[in-house]
């Protein structure tokens, strides 16, 4: 079984655009979450959502917005971006969004703005 | 605010030696702690999941314990390997303000010398 994927692999934008990252679950894994990993620092969660509704958010402004399908595969969003916004994007998903389950992590996205 | 610490922040140990990776936790009404090991540029990939009625948890050489009420963890790796050598960090699930939300540690960068 494929685990999770992440698109693009590495994506360069420019200071002010917006950006779609994007990610593929596990197969019947219905949660899927985000976060940002920044060079020397722990990943930072973004969203967790869960049969296409947000059930966690972390401290991110509203520059950032994802989605999930009905497939469930999600969207990261991120608009206006600042140089400050260039790190690793990781995808995970799980079984369902309670605790109960373990999270399978992406590959990664890294962006870089310039 | 949660805030995960990990220490130390870096370890080099001879192959061969057992070791203790260290997580602590501020806010101690948690869902569950989860250590996943992090290769350079890589993504997360998951070690052991405890569930916050859990003391311990084991997975082959791995072995994590769990002190809800202290606010600590502990990954014991037994009879280290070079394979070993990577970033370790530790995550807590919590309830926020009726969401969810994922803290990560900064990580423990391991090296295991031959």
């Known amino acids: 079984d494929a685990g999770v994927t992440q698109s693009p692999t590495h994506l360069i934008k420019t200071r002010g655009q917006h950006v779609t990252l994007r990610c593929s679950p596990i197969?019947?894994?219905?949660?899927v979450s985000w976060y940002q990993q920044v060079l020397g620092q722990g990943p930072q969660f973004i969203f967790q959502?869960?049969?296409?509704?947000?059930?966690g958010r972390g401290n991110f402004p509203d520059r950032f917005s994802a989605r999930q399908f009905p497939n469930y595969s999600s969207e990261l969003n991120v608009n206006a971006l600042l140089l400050g916004d260039s790190a690793l994007y990781l995808c995970?998903?799980?079984?369902?969004?309670?605790?109960?389950?373990?999270?399978?992590f992406g590959p990664g996205t890294r962006l870089t703005v310039t | 605010k949660q805030e995960v610490t990990q220490i130390p922040a870096a370890l080099s140990v001879p192959e061969g030696e057992n070791l203790v990776l260290n997580c602590s936790f501020t806010?101690?009404?948690?869902?569950?702690l989860q250590w996943f090991r992090q290769d350079p540029g890589k993504g997360l990939t998951s070690l052991l999941l405890?569930?916050?009625?859990?003391r311990e948890q084991t997975s082959g050489r791995l072995n994590a314990s769990l002190d809800k009420s202290s606010g600590r963890s502990t990954l014991y790796i037994a009879a280290s390997q070079p394979g070993d050598s990577a970033t370790y960090l530790c995550?807590?699930?919590?309830?926020?303000?009726?969401?969810?939300?994922?803290?990560f540690g900064t990580g423990t960068k391991l090296q295991v010398i031959p």
């Open positions: 197969s019947g894994h219905k949660s």
């Open positions: 995970a998903s799980s079984l369902a969004g309670t605790d109960l389950y373990e999270q399978y």
């Open positions: 995550a807590v699930r919590q309830n926020s303000g009726g969401y969810q939300k994922v803290t």
């Open positions: 405890i569930q916050s009625s859990q």
């Open positions: 959502y869960y049969e296409k509704e947000e059930r």
């Open positions: 806010d101690s009404a948690i869902y569950n």
